[in-house]
């Protein structure tokens, strides 16, 4: 209960940063879906893109239009969450599969903002969850090799109700990877987007500009001066 309270604080937060006439880009989790509702309660003339088919079928319900990402090229503001982030505006992204799209939509944005608790946010990114790759299915032996010289342990990501590799909507492999006591976030970020056949990575560097943070006490916004 304690959750979905925040996630509607959240929400109520990002909607207040929401004009009308603009594109927005909204991901997906419970409190874009709450995002989602108020924004069809308040009105709002807007049009919306999104990673998300989840999101996407809700917007429709809801009556907001939806554009198709591959006939956008900007994006006034999008919101979304995370699994972890740090007071850097580093953050990962490893539950959806969908970061390499989330990515995109970020950078293509004038403001990218994460909604979360506190519970997500650390001094430096924790790395308890791991850094998932999206691979090209020919270049899985040689991103796995890459990786693992990077300190990475490589998992095949998979469900209990399938069998064998679970894809990206892009059609490529993902493949969840830990690591361990990373001292130096960018450059492991610089060296990911090195490797050849790794489409994306849910390492988000330099994307980010905003993290609203909201507790049972207050609400704070950790911000950057990023310029696009």
């Excluded at 740090?86 to 990515?103: P, Y």
């Excluded at 469900?159 to 064998?164: E, Q, R, V």
């Excluded at 987007?193 to 704070?220: M, P, R, W, Y």
Aim: with cysteine.
């Amino acid at each position: 209960m304690e959750k979905d309270y925040l996630k509607k604080v959240c929400a109520k937060q990002a909607l207040k940063l929401i004009k009308n006439d603009q594109i927005v880009g909204l991901g997906g989790g419970g409190t874009i879906s709450y995002l989602v509702s108020m924004i069809a309660d308040a009105s709002l003339n807007i049009k919306i893109v999104t990673p998300s088919d989840l999101t996407k079928a809700l917007c429709i319900k809801k009556g907001l239009t939806v554009l198709d990402l591959a006939y956008v090229n900007h994006v006034d503001i999008a919101f979304d969450g995370c699994d972890e982030c740090d007071e850097l505006l580093h953050a990962l992204k490893s539950g959806g599969g969908i970061h390499t799209r989330e990515k995109l939509i970020g950078t293509m944005a004038d403001q990218y903002i994460l909604l979360v608790d506190e519970s997500k946010l650390s001094n430096q990114l924790p790395f308890t969850h791991p850094v998932v790759l999206e691979v090209l299915p020919i270049a899985y032996s040689f991103v796995v090799n890459q990786v693992k010289a990077l300190g990475g342990k490589v998992e095949w990501r998979h469900a209990s109700n399938k069998d064998g590799f679970i894809y990206s909507d892009n059609g490529n492999l993902l493949l969840d990877t830990f690591f361990n006591e990373v001292s130096d976030i960018e450059l492991l970020a610089q060296q990911l987007d090195a490797i050849k056949g790794l489409v994306d990575h849910s390492l988000f560097v330099g994307v980010v500009n905003k993290i609203i943070v909201v507790s049972n006490e207050n609400t704070i916004v950790i911000e950057s001066e990023r310029t696009k």
